[in-house]
T-cell receptor
Framework: GENVEQHPSTLSVQEGDSAVIKCTYS??????FPWYKQELGKGPQLIID?????GEKKDQRIAVTLNKTAKHFSLHITETQPEDSAVYFC??????????FGTGTRLQVFP | DADVTQTPRNRITKTGKRIMLECSQT?????MYWYRQDPGLGLRLIYY???????NKGEISDGYSVSRQAQAKFSLSLESAIPNQTALYFC??????????????FGPGTRLTVL
């Protein structure tokens, strides 16, 4: 079955710097790759997703890239702000409409 | 009002007790899920239901059971709670998007502590 690995587990950046979180997946049949943000005391919330027919997608300061050949995808946050501090999860579908989640990255943005 | 609600938000119980966690949604989605979150382990699927008559085991279903009372309600039960079931539990819903996986919407979570 699908397995998703996520790195790093923690990431600290200075406000204004960029942050990159990377994930790899094992099932070449996967074709949907969402990213979720979990703020303290709340449930995860979708921030961006990408499907296998595109290589990159942007939404303001966040972007996701997908390399299907290498089976990895990444989240890029530019011009980080303190409110970007949260836990981020990547996920991949397992071809039966379920999501397999990575282990999460705790991002801290220092002013 | 929140689209996905979970009750209770916090619960402390003792080993061997039966516990029910409830989830309700107003999004009109057919698909509902129960996940468990542990530090360093991410979100792991316990059970899922693609419609009222459909119940499926997830990755870590041992020690848990579920009931889909209606399209809007999906409950998770721990028949005899044990300390290693101490965790944060999330309910989620999603719509059917043709043959494609779609966005999952999460509730606020239930923090369960088993002493």
């Amino acid at each position: 079955g699908e397995n998703v690995e996520q790195h790093p587990s923690t990431l600290s950046v200075q406000e204004g710097d960029s942050a990159v979180i990377k994930c790899t997946y094992s099932d070449s049949a996967s074709n949907y790759f969402p990213w979720y943000k979990q703020e303290l005391g709340k449930g995860p919330q979708l921030i961006i997703d990408i499907r296998s027919n595109v290589g990159e997608k942007k939404d303001q300061r966040i972007a996701v890239t997908l390399n299907k050949t290498a089976k990895h995808f990444s989240l890029h946050i530019t011009e980080t702000q303190p409110e970007d501090s949260a836990v981020y999860f990547c996920a991949a579908d397992d071809n039966t409409d379920k999501l397999i989640f990575g282990t999460g990255t705790r991002l801290q943005v220092f002013p | 009002d929140a689209d996905v609600t979970q009750t209770p938000r916090n619960r402390i119980t003792k080993t061997g007790k039966r516990i029910m966690l409830e989830c309700s949604q107003t999004k009109g989605h057919d698909r509902m899920y129960w996940y468990r979150q542990d530090p360093g382990l991410g979100l792991r699927l316990i059970y899922y239901s693609f419609d009222v008559k459909d119940i499926n085991k997830g990755e870590i279903s041992d020690g848990y059971s579920v009931s889909r009372q209606a399209q809007a309600k999906f409950s998770l039960s721990l028949e005899s709670a044990i300390p290693n079931q101490t965790a944060l539990y999330f309910c989620a819903t999603s719509d059917v998007a043709g043959t494609s996986t779609d966005t999952q919407y999460f509730g606020p979570g239930t923090r369960l502590t088993v002493l």
